[in-house]
């Protein structure tokens, strides 16, 4: 088999525990051959390399469209609810999140009597980018810093050791929950992804219910956040439920052994393409003109307002700053792409801001639509004013005067 999870050249021990994890569970499997395994991660959507067999252990769905299920995948358990209703499985696939099996390892422990902040590796960067020292914010808190780009073995070591866990990544949390350390669930961005929280969380019947950080984050702020949550309510799931699901995981384990030993999975094809991947220098630069950009747009805008987005699907559509964005056109929730001619899009704009969209943000991938269509260019320049932000994105205001009701945005 060929073990693939996501692979961030600056590293995030969420992903990489995948690398640890499965060596250690299932041996000497993974010679780089059909079929693709999943483990665990929110992998399920339609960025997955191809291959013409899969298999998923307690695998999420998330980050783009689930994929379709044929008769290639062979699925014994996925992430949580949530997963299962959008991949169209039975609920009773549903476990929890394969990070849990790492209670069935020896224990990596570095007990450090403290309280840990472990933040999402997105916001660990975007903290660099914007001058924030989350190590010395963190201590100023009076917690113990972990860097979620450190080497697993010594993240999950500083987790399974401290008091309570205070978690931006979805992952600390599973790891302290496994491991029996109280946890708190903070959110910092709003591209900390709930969807994957509210899975995992209800895979064990418990509610998410983050602590969330102000909008506008500086150094003194974020230790105050961190100092109160820190005093909050910590959560654990119950031993029971826990156990259940584990329990469900090691027998789900079980069969995928003999599964191997059966040949069940026997390669059928030729080595899998390696994965194309930026250079880690350009994985940085990138990414940091990304988070230069989406924290303009943030300190533009009002804290509520709806805008529309023309990204390209560069930013992900609505990844970044979920809940306030609609992708630009789209038609019931589906981004349509590139119109073919500007024609339709001044209709559409005014369409728009009679439905409450107050601005139009264009990301630096997709500025070349202001060279490509005159119509677009033309309305902005005559109904509003275009402001170009750090990073490259550009925004505009939607005025609502004459704008046609009943079309699509």
Known sequence: MKLHYYQDPMGNFGDDLNGLLWPALLGDVFDGRDPLFLGAGTLLNNRLPPSPRKVVFGTGAGYGPPPVIDGGWTIYCVRGPLTAKA?????????TDAAVLMRLLPRISQPSGHKVFVPHHLSAFRAEVVGLDLASVAAHA??????????????????????????????????????????????????????????????LRLRYEPVVAPSRLDAEVLAHFLRSAGRGRAWLSEQGVLDSRVADMERLLDQLR?????GRFDPAGDLLADDQALKSDQVVAYRTN??????????????????????????????????????FPSLDGVYLGPPASGTDLPGLLRAAASAGYEYIVIAPEARWWLDHYDELRDFLDRDTHIESLVGGAAIAELSPGGAAGGEQT
């Open 258 to 262: 003999r599964d191997l030993l059966t």
């Open 142 to 203: 009076g917690l113990r810093y972990v860097d979620p780009r450190s080497p697993v073995e010594q993240v999950i070591g500083e987790i399974s050791g401290a008091d309570v866990v205070l978690a931006s990544a979805m992952h600390a949390a599973i790891v302290a929950d496994a491991f029996r350390v109280p946890w708190v669930p903070v959110r910092l961005y709003a591209h900390e992804d709930r969807s994957k929280w509210e899975d995992w969380t209800a895979s």
């Open 87 to 95: 991949l169209g499985i039975a609920p009773d696939y549903a476990c």
């Open 290 to 327: 990304l988070i230069r950009a989406v924290a303009a747009v943030e300190d533009a805008l009002p804290p509520t307002a709806k805008f529309l987005l023309i990204d390209d699907q560069a930013w992900g559509g609505d990844e970044f700053m979920p809940g306030r964005s609609t992708a």
